[in-house]
């Protein structure tokens, strides 16, 4: 669903007299509440679970600059929108998925992983002082989210990884949220519980908590990424 058909869904989950609103824009009333509490609930949902949801993460890539030490986020293209990146929140960096690197004169045949340091290791090692432009052997990023490569590269490479992006907004009548659509009545439920709370209604509260929280538990089940990075302990001796 679109952000309209959510906003005229809440209407008909809420029992409210009269017609739908018709835009998301140009409300007023109880209609512009309608648009302002679907679009709360859908920020809502994102910002759970420290935003980790599959679909806010994405892959990106960089090509580094002879002797430049140092990229930001909009430095960085979202590979999978072929854009430099524009909603960037955290970088996504762990020992089990570590970005990739190579000389691009040697072709991506000699892609390696590159490790990920700690800023505090990092700064003393490689942003005290002046070094000598070579092979990067190690990734960092500071409290800016700047990425930091050590030692300073000596030619073009290419460094890829991924991230998470910052919430979608909706705004238009045709924004469609992100997270999967067998998900989005979840939307409504949780607007519907704004509304409940603002009509002082104990019973549309009841009835959106009833509703919503298994579709909740469905979509952490199914696009939490957390639950994709636990791991069952190995056999025993």
């Not at 072929?82 to 190579?102: G, H, K, N, Q």
């Amino acid at each position: 669903m679109d952000f309209l058909a959510l906003v005229q869904s809440l209407h008909y989950e809420a029992k409210l007299p009269g017609s739908a609103p018709s835009a998301v824009t140009g409300q007023s009333g109880r209609a512009a509440d309608l648009v302002r509490w679907t679009a709360e609930a859908y920020n809502d949902i994102q910002r759970e679970l420290d935003g980790r949801w599959k679909w806010l993460r994405s892959n990106w890539t960089v090509n580094t600059v002879d002797g430049t030490q140092t990229y930001d986020p909009s430095d960085c293209t979202d590979v999978d929108d072929a854009a430099v990146i524009t909603r960037f929140s955290a970088w996504d960096f762990d020992d089990e998925e570590l970005p990739f690197i190579y000389l691009v004169s040697e072709g991506v045949a000699t892609e390696r992983e590159l490790p990920v340091s700690h800023w505090q290791d990092f700064r003393g090692l490689y942003v005290k002082g002046s070094h000598t432009a070579s092979v990067p052997a190690q990734l960092a990023f500071d409290h800016l989210d700047t990425l930091y490569l050590g030692p300073k590269p000596n030619g073009i490479y290419k460094v890829s990884g991924s991230y998470w992006k910052n919430l979608q907004t909706l705004a238009a009548d045709a924004d469609e949220p992100e997270m999967p659509a067998a998900y989005h009545m979840l939307v409504v439920y949780r607007a519907l519980v704004k509304y409940a709370y603002n009509s002082v209604s104990q019973e549309v509260l009841a009835r959106a908590e009833t509703e919503g929280t298994p579709l909740y538990d469905a979509l952490v089940m199914n696009q939490w990424y957390g639950r994709f990075r636990m791991r069952l302990p190995g056999t025993l001796a």
